[in-house]
């Protein structure tokens, strides 16, 4: 049985889907949390933005070196490694890599990217240090000579409980409240059931305060990416987050699935995966999609500001039967996914 040291982010609870794939493929898995901290000198959405003024690099540096030393002289990772399986990877530190190349020359050192060094983290700073870097983002592929595959899929279950005409949920933004309410409408305007939700990445306690809030980023520049608080007061608004089981659930028993990309990356979210591995139809703002192998303009429609409602209602209407049976789509199911970034 062969050793793996497993680090990823804790967001969704992503990262068990993983674990499990690896047990059931034989290996035996250890887990560290990532950890995202402001003060990081290569973290894009804390200190690249809010934190020159007052954070020391080299006191974060030592800070996080002397964490790192910590965690691996806990019992539980006091040991060899075969492989370390790194998914994405903020806060990293060359101790870990010396200090597991120190048990074991022979370690290979693979990193999985699902979010970009130009939104997230500058993940290019620890290129070097592994063997091998796949991305899901192939404008970042092709600009760091990386790998390219997609995120995973996992084969859906039925389940009549959540089952939907429309199925939207994400992160909050203005770019998804605005999609949401066209969805919406059209949904109310044609009889189609839907659950469409939005998660705020912060509770709101006093609107006053939220308006002092909003002010103060206007001041240092940051107003676009203000909420208003009519969306935040909408119906969309959830605070608990669903797990990959249950998110999967709903896409498994809707008919159509609308997604939405970042700004800051050109590739395909886990929903959109998900949702194509489950044979859907997917309303989708990425309009890249166009240029993989995933395409169909009988399961994807393309969305964009200017297109015409009718469109999407016609499209809406049409049920999908179209294959799954995509090269490219298998090579991204959990089980070879996991398959070849472990190979």
């Not at 859906?156 to 005409?165: L, T």
């Not at 980023?217 to 608990?240: M, V």
């Not at 709903?250 to 609308?258: C, G, K, L, Q, Y």
């Not at 489950?278 to 240029?291: E, F, M, P, R, S």
Request: net charge positive; glycine share 4%; charged share 25%.
């Amino acid at each position: 049985m062969r050793n793996v040291l497993f680090i990823a982010p804790r967001y969704m609870n992503l990262y068990l889907d993983v674990i499990k794939e690896m047990e059931n493929q034989g290996y035996s898995v250890d887990f560290i949390p990532e950890e995202s901290f402001k003060e990081d000198p290569y973290n894009v959405r804390g200190y690249i933005r809010y934190g020159k003024i007052w954070v020391n690099k080299e006191k974060f540096v030592r800070k996080n070196r002397c964490r790192w030393k910590k965690i691996l002289a806990l019992e539980q990772y006091d040991k060899s490694y075969d492989i370390l399986f790194v998914l994405d990877g903020q806060s990293l530190d060359s101790y870990l890599f010396d200090e597991l190349k120190r048990r074991n020359p022979q370690i290979k050192t693979i990193n999985y990217l699902f979010d970009t060094t130009t939104g997230v983290y500058r993940f290019d700073k620890f290129f070097s240090f592994f063997d091998r870097v796949v991305s899901f983002d192939p404008v970042e592929v092709d600009k760091y000579s990386l790998e390219y595959m997609p995120i995973y899929w996992i084969p859906s279950i039925s389940d009549d409980k959540y089952k939907y005409d429309v199925f939207g949920l994400g992160a909050m933004s203005l770019q998804r409240f605005d999609l949401f309410s066209v969805i919406k409408q059209i949904c109310l305007d044609n009889k189609f059931s839907f659950y469409l939700k939005l998660l705020p990445n912060f509770k709101v306690n006093s609107w006053v305060c939220y308006r002092i809030r909003c002010f103060i980023r206007q001041l240092i520049g940051l107003g676009n990416t203000n909420i208003p608080i009519d969306a935040l007061k909408s119906d969309f608004i959830i605070h608990e987050g669903l797990s990959p089981e249950i998110f999967r659930k709903f896409i498994a028993n809707s008919n159509i699935i609308i997604d939405t990309s970042a700004p800051h990356q050109d590739g395909l979210t886990a929903r959109f995966m998900w949702a194509l591995g489950a044979g859907k139809k997917i309303v989708t703002t990425n309009l890249k999609v166009v240029n993989t192998t995933f395409y169909n303009e009988k399961q994807i429609f393309l969305y964009s500001e200017d297109v015409k409602r009718t469109d999407i209602v016609s499209f809406m209407e049409v049920p999908y039967t179209g294959s799954s049976d995509n090269i490219d789509l298998l090579q991204a199911r959990i089980d070879n996914w996991t398959s070849f970034m472990l190979k």
